[in-house]
Nanobody, 115 residues
Framework: VQLVESGGGLVQPGGSLRLTCVAHGLMFTTCTMAWFRQAPGKQRELVATIHPNRTTNYADSMKGRSTISRDNRGPTYLQMNNLEAGDTAVYCC???????????WGQGVQVTVSS
């Protein structure tokens, strides 16, 4: 199983980015997909989740500024708008199959918000 993220980079405050996560070797459609982030010196935190039925949840810090979505063909997206310096972090994709004994992580992409 491999999760591959893309779309990170450097963006100015107020800018937007769309992160993409592609899952390989996984029954993707049965998984809850999520994005987490970890800033330097801070604990990893949940950004957003999307369930197989497409219900979504967001961290308070990202509500109204982000949208998580999924494509039946595989990719999971995180659209982030009006980015702030505090959003600077490594963003990781997570796939949670129905069996809680398993969970899968991508390697992460760096998002840097700076002028």
């Amino acid at each position: 199983v491999q999760l591959v993220e893309s779309g990170g980079g450097l963006v100015q405050p107020g800018g937007s980015l769309r992160l993409t996560c592609v899952a390989h070797g996984l029954m993707f459609t049965t998984c809850t997909m999520a994005w987490f982030r970890q800033a330097p010196g801070k604990q990893r935190e949940l950004v957003a989740t999307i369930h197989p039925n497409r219900t979504t949840n967001y961290a308070d810090s990202m509500k109204g500024r982000s949208t998580i979505s999924r494509d039946n063909r595989g990719p999971t997206y995180l659209q982030m708008n009006n980015l702030e310096a505090g959003d600077t972090a490594v963003y990781c994709c997570n796939a949670q199959p129905p069996d809680p004994a398993y969970t899968y992580w991508g390697q992460g992409v760096q998002v840097t918000v700076s002028s």
